[in-house]
């Protein structure tokens, strides 16, 4: 990861010119590819922390009612930020892809991460679907609070909300790190694009200095 920010960072720090790649556009998209790496490092920190205290709650029958209340809640966040990091990602890609006409990579990993966002909602539905629950019941906080009340009621239905958030944390586990692995691929093939498209500007700029030397005007691409 450490080689993967280096080269992002070069790619925006060499020196060029006005109008050139680092000078204007692709800094912004590199700046939230950085955040996103984060905040994506994070979220699989938290998904594999939700994780294990799942796991410990259905190898423990006695642990409280409420701690895994909150686990399940922090699952829940862990899910919306995975998303949220998922649609950054999407409009990142396809805003660089309309500013790199060039760039040809671009539609294949944005349908990439488009069908990481897919499948990842198809999981949870999937898994929700064989307890009895639905997306309506977990989609937002107070509704999955009131969800998980009511299955409070029955040690069966906590055993049961417990096994359906156990199977969702693993999922997530698995999910969130397909994702970091597609946003390091994507941090990777950007990074790559804008150090060749500096290093071609720098070459252009270089070649009219040695037909004008007198010239002191910026080279434009």
Known sequence: MKKLLSIILLATSLPTLAGSVGGTGGSTEVTQILNNTELLAQTAQQAKMVQIQLQAALQDPSTPWAQTMASLRK??????????????????????????????????????????????RGSLQNLLSTSGWTMDQVQSEASLIESLRERGQSAQGQMQATQVGNAISVQMVQQIQQLRQLQAAQA????????????????DEANARALFPTTDMPFKR
């Open 75 to 120: 699952l829940q966040s862990v899910y919306n930020t995975s998303q949220s990091i998922g649609y950054s990602l999407a409009s990142v890609q396809s805003q660089f892809n309309n500013m790199y006409k060039g760039y040809g990579q671009g539609g294949n990993m944005l349908d990439k991460i488009l069908s990481w966002g897919d499948q990842t």
């Open 188 to 203: 990777q093939a950007m990074g790559s694009y804008l150090a060749q498209q500096n290093q071609k500007a720098g070459d």
